[in-house]
Each structure stands twice: as C-alpha cells, then as structure tokens.
C-alpha cells in the first residue's frame, strides 16, 4: 500500500471511530440519570415508593386514598400496588387495605358512611365488586357483585340501593342504573344513547362515555360525569331530563376529560360546580351566574388552581375550612389546597391515586363555594414539602404540549404528549422520572441504530465469518 492509501485509510479509520465515539458518549449521557437512580434505588435503604407525607396543618382526621394500582392482563405489579390507605393528621399510615387477596384488581371510588365504616368500588377481571369495610377489622361487611365491566363508582343511596355508572356497556349501552339489592332488580335506568348523544362522538365504540361518576345531589337529582364527553351533567329521576350541563364534547377550553365533579351552591343559592378538570391539568370551579340561560350556557368560571403543578387531577373536594383536597393522579400524592394555591398537607401515595375523602366530613361534604370566600382567578401551586409542584414541574408531556403550541405540528405534538403521559407510567420503573425514562428510551434506540450501522459496515466480514462457520460444521468428523 502506497503512502497515500495509507494515510486515506488512517483517515478512514480515525471518522469511523471518531462516529464511534460519539455514539457511545451520547448512549451513555442519555442512559446515565436512570442507571443514577436504579443505583440510589438499590442502595437506599428507603423505598422510594414507600407512603409518605409532608404537613404543614395537620388535617382535621383521617385521610382515605384509594389508589388505583397497576395490573397488566391480571398480573399484579408488587411494585405499583391497588390499595386503600388511611392516613392520620399529621400524615402517620393508620391502616392498609390490600384487595389482592379477593381478586380486586383496581381500587376507584371510596365513601365514607354514616356508621364509620367505608363502601368501595373495586373491580376484579369480570366484574365490579362493591362492599361496606369495617376500618377497625378490616373485614367486609356485605360484598355486592354486579357483572359490569371497570366500573369507577356506585354510592349507597335510599338505605339499601346502588346508584352506578355504568361505562363500557357492550355497543355503547352506557348509562346510569339503581340496582336494589333487596330485590337483586334493577328498578330504573337513564340510557346516555336515549337522550342524545350521539354514536360518533365521544370516546369511540371501546370507551363510548367513559362515565366515571354519578353522585346523588338532591331528591332524584344525580350529578353524572361523561368524561369522553367533556361534561358534567345532571339528571332528573322522574323526568329523565338533563337539567344542568356544564361543557360539550369537544369544547376543551371549559373541560377536558374530567373526573370525579362535585356539586356546590353558594350562600345565595347559585348552582356551583368544582371539577378535577384531569386532561387540562387543573382544578376549576364554575358558577351557574345566569340562572335564565338555557341548560348548557350560563356559566361563568370563577376560580382555578394548578396546570403547572399538576399531572392528571382525578378527584377534588370542597371541605368545610375552604381549602380543598386534591388528588394529583400521576404525581402519585394527594394534596389540601388553599383558595390561594398553597399546599398545606400532601401525602405521596403511589400507584396512581384516584379518589379522597376527609372521613369527618362524610362523603361529598360540600364546603363553600369561591365566591362566597371573596376568591376568583388562576392561582399556581405553591409550598410543596415533596418537591413536585410549582414551575419546576415540567414533565415530557407538558413540555411537548408548551414547545409546540402554536406550530404547524401542536395537535400531533399534543396527541403524543397525551399518549406518553397516560402510557409510560404503567411501563415506566417506579424510581424513573418521566425524563429518565425517556433518554433510555433514546439511548436504546440509538444503541440499536449503532448496531444495525456497525452490521451494515461489517457486512463482508461477516458474511466471510458466518461461512467459515457453516464450513466447518458440515467438515466431516475424521
């Protein structure tokens, strides 16, 4: 080989490793912070989804959670467990309550009842379970099994009847029912196909309504949440008719998906609604101001809190003091929320809280309204003792959402942010942060992309090597 040739190839040679280099430095940079936290993980004697609380005002009782927890095709994640929690004043666990044991393989709506004791709504693989469960021992007092599928929530109503919502019905036959368990019949049923809402709309055939929550309000009033369709309604037993309608599908800008809303009136009797507004990251409370206007129109929204220090809010409560309680789904905690934003009591509750209740105050408690508090506007969360509101809070999702709003490209940027926000915290490790997922996610793909180069460039050797192999295993044994 000539001198040129040579100093070619060194060339060559030096751009190749120089690429190889580089390749390597940026799959270790991505896969650093995560390969960090497994090691602190491992090492620490605490672990990181251990219960745990940070209090400013010790709260007036005890705190219930139910946390949803993580199954995949009926395995359960030992890691990521569905389980209720109750939690003193000053955030010390008083009990557990794992449902593992009798199939129960998410936990969703709990209710606190008159006697002290507590009515669940869980759900096994074919069924939903709702049972009354005595604190103290832990033990089921009566177990009702109804054969629906992932149902959120059924209340206790008239003594001895279930007020459920109904979601994923087969060929979208979702709807609202009393079944009495006395008589084991169900003696009235509001059909959402009946009244008006149509099949394209919605969630698809799969999740049509996705109603999540129906509350008793009145004498045959019932407050239902359609979450694919953007609303809260409420529905007239005897009538059948939708008297109150706050949002329509579609209309993301007064409510995105929401759950779990909660009925209040003001001193002067305005209707009041105070909604965990899940898809837009807030919770916001809406007044009824003109009272003339017709079913869907007349509301004014009067007061929210979050955006940036929330991450998928399933659950919010008025209590008596004002404040509110909050359930901050995929931040993994529940939190008490003055009218100006501050966190005053938080508890970290992994994996995937959906619903709280003050057990003194009884389910649905009905505080007052922000107007009748003298408070309005949009208020940021603040005082956060575990260090996950406020400004610094800015997941994958949401910095795809602020990144490319207003671009050519903001609904597909949105609609992934969407996806990766509701997807990879049930794939995600639970002591990876949204972003430590996502660089080794990165670093695995690149390192695929190094190898698929690294095979293409080595393809002759290769093709040399594989056949020296095949040659020697036909030679034949002497």
Same mark, same amino acid.
């Given at each position: 080989?000539?001198?040129?040739?040579?100093? @070619?190839?060194?060339?060559?040679?030096?751009?190749?490793? *120089?690429? !190889?280099?580089?390749?390597?430095?940026?799959?270790?940079?991505?896969?650093?912070?995560?390969?960090?936290?497994?090691?602190?993980?491992?090492?620490?004697?605490?672990?990181?989804?251990?219960?745990?609380?940070? *209090?400013?005002?010790?709260?007036?009782?005890?705190?219930?959670?139910?946390?949803?927890?993580?199954?995949?095709?009926?395995?359960?994640? +030992?890691?990521?467990?569905?389980?209720?929690?109750?939690?003193?004043?000053?955030?010390?666990?008083?009990?557990?309550?794992?449902?593992?044991?009798?199939?129960?393989?998410?936990?969703?709506?709990?209710?606190?009842?008159?006697?002290? @004791?507590?009515?669940?709504?869980?759900?096994?693989?074919?069924?939903?379970?709702?049972?009354?469960?005595?604190?103290?021992?832990?033990?089921?007092?009566?177990?009702?099994?109804?054969?629906?599928?992932?149902?959120?929530? *059924?209340?206790?109503?008239?003594?001895?009847?279930?007020?459920?919502?109904?979601?994923?019905?087969?060929?979208?036959?979702?709807?609202?029912?009393?079944?009495?368990?006395?008589?084991?019949?169900?003696? %009235?049923?509001?059909?959402?196909?009946?009244?008006?809402?149509?099949?394209?709309?919605?969630?698809?055939?799969?999740?049509?309504? @996705?109603?999540?929550?129906?509350?008793?309000?009145?004498?045959?009033?019932?407050?239902?949440?359609?979450?694919?369709?953007?609303?809260?309604?409420?529905?007239?037993?005897?009538?059948?008719?939708?008297?109150?309608?706050?949002?329509?599908?579609?209309? #993301?800008?007064?409510?995105?998906?929401?759950?779990?809303?909660?009925?209040?009136?003001?001193?002067?009797?305005?209707?009041?609604?105070?909604?965990?507004?899940?898809?837009?990251?807030?919770?916001?409370?809406?007044?009824?101001?003109?009272?003339?206007?017709?079913?869907?129109?007349? %509301?004014?929204?009067?007061?929210?809190?979050?955006?940036?220090?929330?991450?998928?809010?399933?659950?919010?409560?008025?209590?008596?003091?004002?404040?509110?309680?909050?359930?901050?789904?995929?931040? @993994?905690?529940?939190?008490?929320?003055?009218?100006?934003?501050?966190?005053?009591?938080?508890?970290?509750?992994?994996?995937?809280?959906?619903?709280? +209740?003050?057990?003194?105050?009884?389910? +649905?408690?009905?505080?007052?309204?922000?107007?009748?508090?003298?408070?309005?506007?949009?208020?940021?969360?603040?005082?956060?003792?575990?260090?996950?509101?406020?400004?610094?809070?800015?997941?994958?999702?949401?910095?795809?959402?602020?990144?490319?709003?207003?671009?050519?490209?903001?609904?597909?940027?949105?609609?992934?942010?969407?996806?990766?926000? #509701?997807?990879?915290?049930?794939?995600?490790?639970?002591?990876?942060?949204?972003? +430590?997922?996502?660089?080794?996610?990165?670093?695995?793909?690149?390192?695929?992309?190094?190898?698929?180069?690294?095979?293409?460039?080595?393809?002759?050797?290769? !093709? !040399?090597? *594989?056949?020296?192999?095949?040659?020697?295993?036909?030679?034949?044994?002497?």
């Amino acid at each position: 080989m000539n001198l040129p040739s040579l100093i @070619h190839s060194l060339r060559a040679l030096s751009r190749r490793w *120089v690429i !190889r280099g580089v390749a390597a430095l940026l799959v270790v940079s991505l896969v650093a912070p995560a390969a960090i936290s497994g090691a602190t993980h491992l090492a620490t004697t605490e672990n990181p989804t251990n219960l745990r609380a940070s *209090v400013d005002d010790p709260a007036n009782g005890t705190t219930v959670i139910s946390i949803q927890g993580f199954h995949f095709q009926g395995m359960a994640n +030992e890691d990521k467990p569905a389980r209720l929690v109750a939690v003193g004043p000053r955030g010390n666990v008083q009990w557990v309550h794992d449902g593992s044991g009798f199939d129960a393989r998410w936990f969703y709506d709990v209710d606190p009842m008159d006697d002290g @004791h507590l009515l669940v709504t869980a759900t096994t693989p074919n069924a939903t379970l709702v049972y009354e469960l005595n604190p103290e021992t832990q033990e089921r007092v009566w177990t009702e099994r109804l054969d629906i599928h992932d149902t959120h929530d *059924v209340d206790l109503i008239n003594g001895d009847q279930l007020l459920v919502a109904n979601m994923r019905a087969p060929n979208r036959n979702d709807r609202i029912f009393v079944h009495d368990m006395e008589t084991d019949e169900t003696v %009235w049923e509001w059909e959402f196909e009946e009244h008006g809402y149509p099949a394209s709309g919605g969630g698809g055939k799969a999740d049509w309504t @996705h109603v999540n929550d129906v509350d008793k309000i009145g004498e045959g009033e019932y407050l239902v949440s359609p979450r694919n369709f953007d609303q809260v309604i409420v529905v007239n037993r005897s009538t059948d008719e939708v008297t109150m309608r706050l949002g329509s599908d579609g209309d #993301h800008d007064t409510l995105y998906e929401q759950h779990n809303p909660q009925y209040l009136e003001s001193e002067n009797g305005t209707p009041t609604m105070l909604v965990a507004d899940s898809e837009n990251d807030r919770i916001v409370e809406y007044a009824k101001t003109d009272a003339d206007a017709p079913v869907g129109s007349g %509301w004014t929204e009067t007061w929210s809190v979050g955006t940036r220090g929330l991450n998928w809010p399933r659950d919010a409560d008025r209590l008596p003091n004002g404040n509110t309680l909050v359930v901050d789904t995929m931040h @993994h905690r529940v939190f008490e929320v003055t009218p100006s934003g501050e966190v005053v009591w938080e508890f970290h509750a992994p994996w995937a809280p959906y619903d709280v +209740e003050r057990i003194p105050y009884g389910d +649905e408690p009905g505080g007052p309204t922000m107007r009748d508090l003298g408070k309005s506007g949009d208020y940021n969360l603040s005082g956060s003792g575990l260090k996950v509101s406020g400004k610094g809070t800015k997941t994958v999702s949401f910095w795809l959402t602020a990144t490319f709003k207003e671009t050519p490209i903001e609904a597909q940027a949105d609609e992934f942010a969407r996806t990766w926000a #509701h997807v990879t915290p049930w794939i995600r490790p639970v002591w990876m942060t949204s972003w +430590e997922f996502l660089g080794a996610i990165l670093a695995g793909g690149l390192a695929l992309a190094w190898g698929l180069g690294e095979a293409v460039y080595q393809r002759r050797r290769i !093709r !040399r090597g *594989v056949s020296r192999l095949v040659r020697r295993v036909r030679r034949p044994v002497e």
